[in-house]
C-alpha cells in the first residue's frame, strides 16, 4: 500500500534536489508530477486539486524560493499538506461508561464488512474486552451463517434472529442480549448497500437512532476509486459515522481514496485490515503512513511488526542452534516463514528510513523466490532436512519434480543453504544479537 | 430493457432466446442509478441541444475545455494514461479541422472511448457439451452473485446449469452458492470447507457428464492478485478441469467492481497471468462509480468486456455495450451525469 504513491513523489522531488534555486517553472513542474502521482493513487480530482494548489501557493512564496535550501523546503511543505490531509496522530474507539459499547459496521456491498467484524471482535478480545456480535444482514444469502462461523472462530457470541425479522428490531434486542449476557461491546454487522439506495439508507439510519451506537465505523475498499468521496458523503449524511475500517490493504492498491474520505468529511480511517486471517487488524496510524509515503519510513510499525510476530522462544532456540552449529534446512524453513508473517519483503523494506521505495527496486525483491524455496523444501522428506547432505542425485530429481521447479533451482537452494549454513558457523562462534531489533536500536 | 439474449450467448438459438423473453427487470433501479442516469442522460442531451448559448461558449477548444475533459474522464476513474491517450487522439481530430463544434466534439470523444474497449466477440461462449465457465476475481467483487444471475438466464433460456462450489475458504460460501442454486433451481456440487478446490471442481465436472448438465459454473474463492499461493491455487484449478477436458474451461470471467480505482488494471493483469482471462463483468453498475476502468482492462488486455452486474437480483445482468457505457461517463456539459 501507498509505495507506490511513494515512488512518484520521490521522483518528483529528485527533479528538485541539487538545484541551488528554485524558479516558478521548478515548482510548475513538480506540482504536476505531484498532481498525477496522486491522480495515479486514486486520491479524488478534486482533492488533488486543492491539495496542489495549496502546495504551490505555499512553495512560491518568498520564504522558500530564497532560502538557500528550496529543495527540503519543498518536500517539508509537501509532509506537512500530506500529513494535514490524513490527519495526525491514530483515534481510538469510544467507550460508553455504561457497557456495552455498540459498534455499528456499515459500508457498501463486497467491501469486507462481515470479515471486519470479525478481526474487530477478535481485536478487542486482544484488548481485553469481550465483544459480541450481533447478524443483522438479513438480505445477502448465508452473511448469517459466515458471521456465525467467523464467531465460533474468534471464540465469540453471536446474536441473530435468522432472515425474517427487521434489522432495526434485531440490532436493538441484540443490545439487550449482550447486557443480559454481561458482553461489554457489541458490534452490530449490518447489510451491504448502495449509498443511493433509499429504502436501505433510510433503514440504517433508523438502526442509528434506536440503537444509538457509540461508534459507527464505514468499511471502505482500498482499491476504490473516484467515487469513495459520493460513498462517504452519503453515508455522512445519513448517518454520521465516526471513523472508517481500511479493508484489503494486503493487496497493492495505492489507497488514495482513503486521503480522500478523510479530506471531504474530516473522519479519520481508525482501522487497517490487512487479510483474510482474522489477525489482520490495527489502528491505523495516519503520520506514521504520511512518512512512509515520503520515503522517511516508518520505524515504529516495524519494530510493533517484530516484536508482535517473532516468537521470542524460538529465536532463542535458534541462537542456541547457530552456537551449536545444528542448523538445518526445516530451521531455514521456520526462519523463512516467521520473515514472511511480517509482511511482503518490499513492504518490510518500504518501512526502513533511508531506503526510498524507488532506489529498491533494482533490488528485485521478489516474493515468489521465497515460494519456490518453501516449496522445495516442503518436497524433501523430514530425514532429508535435517542431514541435506543426503540428498544425492536422485533425491534431488525426485524433489524437483516434486516441487514443480527443476533441477538447477534444488541444486542452487541446497548450495546457498551449505553458505547459509558456514555463514552461520562463524556467526554462531562469534556473538549473535539476541533480539534483532539490536539492530535498529544501536545505530552505530 | 429486453436484450436479445442469443446475442449474449454464443450457442443460444435466436428462437430459444425469443422465446424465453427474458426482461432485464429495471424494478430495482435506484435514484441516481445507472439505469436512471441513461434516461435521464437522454433527457439531458435534447435540453443540452435547445441551449445552444452553451455551444458557443465551447465552440473555442481551448486549454480549459480539454481539462474538463480530462477531469470528466479521470472522474469516472479512466486513469491518467488511458485519458491521455483518449484526449490525444480528439485533439489530433480537432486541430485537423475535423471537429466542429461542441457537440460534434462530444460524439466523437464518446465514440473513441467506445473504441478504446477490446472489440473481440463480446458473447459468452456456451456452444460446448458442456460449456464450463469458470468465474475468478478479488474478494467481494460479487462472483457468486454473478453466477447466481447467469445460471438464472441460461435456465430461462431452457439450458441446465450446475453450479460447482469451488470457494472452500470463506466462511458460508458454499451455503451462499446453495442459496442461489435453489432459487435458480439448478444443481450445486459442493464439499466441506477447508477441502481442496480442484477436488470439487473435478466432481463438479464428473457430475455434469452424469447428469447431462450443459453448462458448468464454477465459483472460486475471492482472493488479492498480490497472494501468489492464492494465484497459483487458480492455476492449479484450472489444471484440474483441463485434465478432465483438455478444451475447457470455455470461458474465464473475470469480475471487477465498478467502484474499483486504478488498481484494477494491476488486479486483471495478474489474473490473466495466471488463468485465460475471456472476458470481464463489471459488477455494481448500479451505484455511482461509473467503472471507468474497465476501459484500461479491456484494452490492455485485449479482452471483451462481457456483461455488467446492476443489483442483487437474479436479472440484474445486462450486456455490455460500449458506446452506451461511453455515453454514461459524462453529459452534454461534460459534468458528471
Ligand atoms: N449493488 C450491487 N451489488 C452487487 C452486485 N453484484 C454483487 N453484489 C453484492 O456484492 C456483495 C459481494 O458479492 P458476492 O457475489 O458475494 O462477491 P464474491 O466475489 O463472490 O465475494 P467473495 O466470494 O467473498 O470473494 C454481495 O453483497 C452482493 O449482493 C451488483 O451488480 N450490484
Ligand atoms: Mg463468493
Given at each position: 500500500m501507498f509505495d507506490s504513491l511513494s515512488d512518484k513523489l520521490q521522483a518528483a522531488f529528485e527533479g528538485l534536489r541539487g538545484q541551488g534555486k528554485l524558479t516558478e517553472k521548478d515548482v510548475e513542474r513538480a506540482a504536476r508530477e505531484i498532481r498525477l502521482a496522486l491522480l495515479e493513487a486514486d486520491v479524488n480530482y478534486k482533492v488533488v486539486k486543492e491539495f496542489v494548489d495549496k502546495v504551490k501557493t505555499r512553495a512560491l512564496g518568498a520564504e522558500v524560493l530564497q532560502s538557500l535550501t528550496p529543495a527540503q523546503q519543498f518536500v517539508k511543505i509537501v509532509n506537512e499538506e500530506l500529513t494535514a490531509l490524513m490527519g495526525s496522530a491514530s483515534t481510538k474507539l469510544t467507550f460508553s461508561p455504561r457497557p456495552p459499547t455498540v459498534i455499528m459496521v456499515v459500508g457498501l456491498q463486497g467491501s469486507g464488512k462481515t470479515t471486519a467484524c470479525g478481526k474487530l471482535a477478535k481485536f478487542l478480545l486482544g484488548e481485553g474486552k469481550s465483544p459480541a456480535l450481533v447478524a443483522a444482514d438479513v438480505y445477502r444469502p448465508a452473511a448469517i451463517d459466515q458471521l456465525k462461523t467467523l464467531g465460533a472462530q474468534v471464540g465469540v457470541p453471536v446474536y441473530d434472529e435468522g432472515t425474517t425479522s427487521d434489522p432495526v428490531d434485531i440490532a436493538k434486542r441484540g443490545v439487550e442480549w449482550a447486557r443480559t449476557k454481561g458482553r461489554d461491546v457489541l458490534i452490530i454487522d449490518t447489510a451491504g448497500r448502495l449509498h443511493i439506495d433509499a429504502k436501505l439508507m433510510d433503514e440504517v439510519a433508523r438502526m442509528r437512532s434506536t440503537v444509538k451506537p457509540h461508534n459507527i465505523l464505514l468499511v471502505l475498499d482500498a482499491m476504490t476509486g473516484q467515487d469513495a468521496v459520493n460513498v462517504a458523503l452519503q453515508f455522512q449524511e445519513k448517518v454520521q459515522f465516526d471513523g472508517v475500517i481500511l479493508t484489503k490493504m494486503d493487496g497493492d492498491a495505492r489507497g488514495g481514496a482513503a486521503l480522500s474520505v478523510r479530506a471531504v468529511t474530516g473522519k479519520p480511517i481508525k482501522f487497517a485490515s490487512t487479510g483474510?486471517?482474522?489477525?489482520?487488524f490495527e489502528y491505523f496510524h495516519p503520520d506514521r503512513v504520511a512518512s512512509r509515503i515520503l520515503g522517511m519510513g516508518d520505524v515504529l510499525t516495524l519494530i510493533e511488526k517484530v516484536e508482535r510476530t517473532i516468537d521470542e522462544k524460538k529465536a532463542r532456540e535458534l541462537e542456541q542452534k547457530l552456537r551449536k552449529s545444528s542448523f538445518t534446512l526445516e530451521d531455514f524453513l521456520e526462519q523463512i516463514q516467521q520473515v514472511r508473517r511480517l509482511g511482503s519483503l518490499s513492504s518490510l523494506l518500504g518501512m526502513i528510513p533511508g531506503l526510498p521505495a524507488n532506489k529498491l527496486k533494482g533490488l528485485q525483491v521478489d516474493d515468489r523466490a521465497f515460494d519456490r524455496i518453501q516449496a522445495i523444501i516442503y518436497s524433501m522428506t523430514p530425514e532429508e532436512r535435517r542431514h541435506p547432505d543426503i540428498i544425492n542425485g536422485s533425491r534431488r530429481r525426485r524433489i524437483a519434480a516434486g516441487s514443480g521447479s527443476d533441477l538447477h533451482a534444488v541444486n542452487q537452494l541446497l548450495n546457498q543453504f551449505k553458505q547459509v549454513q558456514k555463514m552461520m558457523k562463524q556467526l554462531g562462534s562469534g556473538r549473535v544479537p539476541k533480539n534483532p531489533l539490536q539492530m535498529f536500536r544501536n545505530p552505530s | 430493457m429486453a436484450h436479445d439474449w442469443s446475442q449474449v450467448f454464443r450457442g443460444i438459438s435466436p428462437e430459444a432466446a425469443a422465446s424465453a423473453r427474458v426482461e432485464s427487470q429495471a424494478a430495482e433501479e435506484k435514484p441516481g442509478g445507472w439505469l436512471t442516469q441513461l434516461r435521464e442522460g437522454l433527457a439531458k442531451s435534447r435540453r443540452a441541444l435547445q441551449q445552444q448559448f452553451a455551444s458557443v461558449l465551447f465552440d473555442r477548444f481551448d486549454e480549459e475545455l480539454w481539462e474538463t475533459i480530462e477531469e470528466a474522464l479521470i472522474y469516472a476513474d479512466v486513469g491518467v494514461e488511458t485519458t491521455a491517450s483518449i484526449v490525444a487522439k480528439l485533439e489530433a481530430e480537432a486541430d485537423a479541422g475535423l471537429i466542429k463544434d461542441r457537440s460534434g466534439l462530444i460524439t466523437r470523444l464518446r465514440e473513441i472511448t467506445a473504441a478504446h474497449f477490446c472489440q473481440d466477440d463480446p458473447r459468452i461462449d456456451v456452444d460446448h457439451q458442456p460449456a464450463v465457465i469458470l468465474m475468478v476475481g478479488v474478494n467481494g467483487t460479487g462472483k457468486t452473485t454473478t453466477i447466481g444471475k447467469i445460471a438464472w438466464h441460461l435456465k430461462e433460456l431452457g439450458r441446465e446449469p450446475l453450479l460447482v462450489a469451488g470457494d472452500t475458504f470463506r466462511a458460508a460460501a458454499v451455503e451462499q452458492l446453495v442459496e442461489w442454486g435453489r432459487r435458480v433451481g439448478c444443481e450445486v456440487v459442493h464439499q466441506e470447507r477447508g477441502g481442496d478446490p480442484g477436488a470439487v471442481v473435478y466432481d463438479g465436472l464428473v457430475a455434469a457428464e452424469a447428469r447431462k448438465a450443459d453448462v458448468v459454473i464454477i465459483d472460486t474463492a475471492g482472493r488479492l492478485h498480490t497472494q501468489v499461493n492464492l494465484m497459483k491455487e487458480l492455476e492449479k484449478v484450472v489444471r484440474v478441469i483441463k485434465k478432465r477436458m483438455p478444451d475447457a474451461p470455455h470461458e474465464c470471467l473475470l469480475t471487477i467492481d465498478a467502484t474499483t480505482g486504478q488498481n484494477g488494471l494491476i488486479q486483471a493483469r495478474m489474473f490473466k497471468e495466471a488463468v485465460n482471462i475471456t472476458g470481464v463483468v463489471l459488477t455494481k453498475m448500479d451505484g455511482t462509480a461509473k467503472g471507468g476502468i474497465a476501459l484500461a482492462v479491456s484494452h490492455d488486455l485485449g479482452v471483451p468486456i462481457k456483461l455488467i452486474g446492476t443489483g442483487e437480483k437474479l436479472q440484474s445482468l445486462q450486456p455490455f455495450d460500449p458506446l452506451t457505457f461511453a455515453s454514461l461517463l459524462f453529459d452534454e456539459t461534460l459534468g458528471r451525469v
Amino acid at each position: 500500500m501507498f509505495d507506490s504513491l511513494s515512488d512518484k513523489l520521490q521522483a518528483a522531488f529528485e527533479g528538485l534536489r541539487g538545484q541551488g534555486k528554485l524558479t516558478e517553472k521548478d515548482v510548475e513542474r513538480a506540482a504536476r508530477e505531484i498532481r498525477l502521482a496522486l491522480l495515479e493513487a486514486d486520491v479524488n480530482y478534486k482533492v488533488v486539486k486543492e491539495f496542489v494548489d495549496k502546495v504551490k501557493t505555499r512553495a512560491l512564496g518568498a520564504e522558500v524560493l530564497q532560502s538557500l535550501t528550496p529543495a527540503q523546503q519543498f518536500v517539508k511543505i509537501v509532509n506537512e499538506e500530506l500529513t494535514a490531509l490524513m490527519g495526525s496522530a491514530s483515534t481510538k474507539l469510544t467507550f460508553s461508561p455504561r457497557p456495552p459499547t455498540v459498534i455499528m459496521v456499515v459500508g457498501l456491498q463486497g467491501s469486507g464488512k462481515t470479515t471486519a467484524c470479525g478481526k474487530l471482535a477478535k481485536f478487542l478480545l486482544g484488548e481485553g474486552k469481550s465483544p459480541a456480535l450481533v447478524a443483522a444482514d438479513v438480505y445477502r444469502p448465508a452473511a448469517i451463517d459466515q458471521l456465525k462461523t467467523l464467531g465460533a472462530q474468534v471464540g465469540v457470541p453471536v446474536y441473530d434472529e435468522g432472515t425474517t425479522s427487521d434489522p432495526v428490531d434485531i440490532a436493538k434486542r441484540g443490545v439487550e442480549w449482550a447486557r443480559t449476557k454481561g458482553r461489554d461491546v457489541l458490534i452490530i454487522d449490518t447489510a451491504g448497500r448502495l449509498h443511493i439506495d433509499a429504502k436501505l439508507m433510510d433503514e440504517v439510519a433508523r438502526m442509528r437512532s434506536t440503537v444509538k451506537p457509540h461508534n459507527i465505523l464505514l468499511v471502505l475498499d482500498a482499491m476504490t476509486g473516484q467515487d469513495a468521496v459520493n460513498v462517504a458523503l452519503q453515508f455522512q449524511e445519513k448517518v454520521q459515522f465516526d471513523g472508517v475500517i481500511l479493508t484489503k490493504m494486503d493487496g497493492d492498491a495505492r489507497g488514495g481514496a482513503a486521503l480522500s474520505v478523510r479530506a471531504v468529511t474530516g473522519k479519520p480511517i481508525k482501522f487497517a485490515s490487512t487479510g483474510e486471517k482474522l489477525d489482520g487488524f490495527e489502528y491505523f496510524h495516519p503520520d506514521r503512513v504520511a512518512s512512509r509515503i515520503l520515503g522517511m519510513g516508518d520505524v515504529l510499525t516495524l519494530i510493533e511488526k517484530v516484536e508482535r510476530t517473532i516468537d521470542e522462544k524460538k529465536a532463542r532456540e535458534l541462537e542456541q542452534k547457530l552456537r551449536k552449529s545444528s542448523f538445518t534446512l526445516e530451521d531455514f524453513l521456520e526462519q523463512i516463514q516467521q520473515v514472511r508473517r511480517l509482511g511482503s519483503l518490499s513492504s518490510l523494506l518500504g518501512m526502513i528510513p533511508g531506503l526510498p521505495a524507488n532506489k529498491l527496486k533494482g533490488l528485485q525483491v521478489d516474493d515468489r523466490a521465497f515460494d519456490r524455496i518453501q516449496a522445495i523444501i516442503y518436497s524433501m522428506t523430514p530425514e532429508e532436512r535435517r542431514h541435506p547432505d543426503i540428498i544425492n542425485g536422485s533425491r534431488r530429481r525426485r524433489i524437483a519434480a516434486g516441487s514443480g521447479s527443476d533441477l538447477h533451482a534444488v541444486n542452487q537452494l541446497l548450495n546457498q543453504f551449505k553458505q547459509v549454513q558456514k555463514m552461520m558457523k562463524q556467526l554462531g562462534s562469534g556473538r549473535v544479537p539476541k533480539n534483532p531489533l539490536q539492530m535498529f536500536r544501536n545505530p552505530s | 430493457m429486453a436484450h436479445d439474449w442469443s446475442q449474449v450467448f454464443r450457442g443460444i438459438s435466436p428462437e430459444a432466446a425469443a422465446s424465453a423473453r427474458v426482461e432485464s427487470q429495471a424494478a430495482e433501479e435506484k435514484p441516481g442509478g445507472w439505469l436512471t442516469q441513461l434516461r435521464e442522460g437522454l433527457a439531458k442531451s435534447r435540453r443540452a441541444l435547445q441551449q445552444q448559448f452553451a455551444s458557443v461558449l465551447f465552440d473555442r477548444f481551448d486549454e480549459e475545455l480539454w481539462e474538463t475533459i480530462e477531469e470528466a474522464l479521470i472522474y469516472a476513474d479512466v486513469g491518467v494514461e488511458t485519458t491521455a491517450s483518449i484526449v490525444a487522439k480528439l485533439e489530433a481530430e480537432a486541430d485537423a479541422g475535423l471537429i466542429k463544434d461542441r457537440s460534434g466534439l462530444i460524439t466523437r470523444l464518446r465514440e473513441i472511448t467506445a473504441a478504446h474497449f477490446c472489440q473481440d466477440d463480446p458473447r459468452i461462449d456456451v456452444d460446448h457439451q458442456p460449456a464450463v465457465i469458470l468465474m475468478v476475481g478479488v474478494n467481494g467483487t460479487g462472483k457468486t452473485t454473478t453466477i447466481g444471475k447467469i445460471a438464472w438466464h441460461l435456465k430461462e433460456l431452457g439450458r441446465e446449469p450446475l453450479l460447482v462450489a469451488g470457494d472452500t475458504f470463506r466462511a458460508a460460501a458454499v451455503e451462499q452458492l446453495v442459496e442461489w442454486g435453489r432459487r435458480v433451481g439448478c444443481e450445486v456440487v459442493h464439499q466441506e470447507r477447508g477441502g481442496d478446490p480442484g477436488a470439487v471442481v473435478y466432481d463438479g465436472l464428473v457430475a455434469a457428464e452424469a447428469r447431462k448438465a450443459d453448462v458448468v459454473i464454477i465459483d472460486t474463492a475471492g482472493r488479492l492478485h498480490t497472494q501468489v499461493n492464492l494465484m497459483k491455487e487458480l492455476e492449479k484449478v484450472v489444471r484440474v478441469i483441463k485434465k478432465r477436458m483438455p478444451d475447457a474451461p470455455h470461458e474465464c470471467l473475470l469480475t471487477i467492481d465498478a467502484t474499483t480505482g486504478q488498481n484494477g488494471l494491476i488486479q486483471a493483469r495478474m489474473f490473466k497471468e495466471a488463468v485465460n482471462i475471456t472476458g470481464v463483468v463489471l459488477t455494481k453498475m448500479d451505484g455511482t462509480a461509473k467503472g471507468g476502468i474497465a476501459l484500461a482492462v479491456s484494452h490492455d488486455l485485449g479482452v471483451p468486456i462481457k456483461l455488467i452486474g446492476t443489483g442483487e437480483k437474479l436479472q440484474s445482468l445486462q450486456p455490455f455495450d460500449p458506446l452506451t457505457f461511453a455515453s454514461l461517463l459524462f453529459d452534454e456539459t461534460l459534468g458528471r451525469v
